[in-house]
């Protein structure tokens, strides 16, 4: 994916914003995280006086797995950056850097980056997920399972001493 920013450059705007959705074209690359191919970039170049910032968010979709209950789900991330437009990539800075060419910004390279740092390391269908029964199984979500474990509440024990 490219982004045409040289007419930007050339003029006397000090910032552009962005907006666009487009598709990651690497199959590997999507097999390898699950995500969905379609990204979204939302944000705004702009100039300051000795260096060009873009400053943004990507979304994309990762089918995902709930830490909880392990069902798959659609999981919706949304990730920010700030990157320098720089003409040469400098290898000793450790900001996130994209490289004009041609008065474009080739964005793959940066864009799967950013997907590789955000991808979340557990993830829950929904806050609330009640979980699967740990006797059982069952997807308590969906069901109420019949194991007195999963139903135990302590403030019962204490009831039941009482009727002892
Ligand atoms: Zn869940
Ligand atoms: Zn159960």
Known sequence: ?????????SSDNVSLIVNENFAINDEKFLEETCI???ISLIGEIFKTDDSVIFSGKIGYTLTDECARCLQEFDNKIETKFQAAVVQKEDMES????MVIKD???????????????????????????????PDCGANLNNEKCQCENS???PRFDKLKDLLK
């Open 94 to 97: 450790d900001e996130v850097q």
């Open 151 to 153: 139903l135990t509440d």
């Open 103 to 133: 008065g474009n910004i080739k964005m793959d390279d940066t864009i799967k980056q950013l997907i590789y740092l955000s991808f979340p390391m557990k993830s829950l269908c929904d806050k609330d997920c009640k979980g699967i029964c």
């Open 1 to 9: 994916m490219l982004l045409k920013i040289n007419k930007f450059l």
């Open 36 to 38: 969905d191919k379609n």
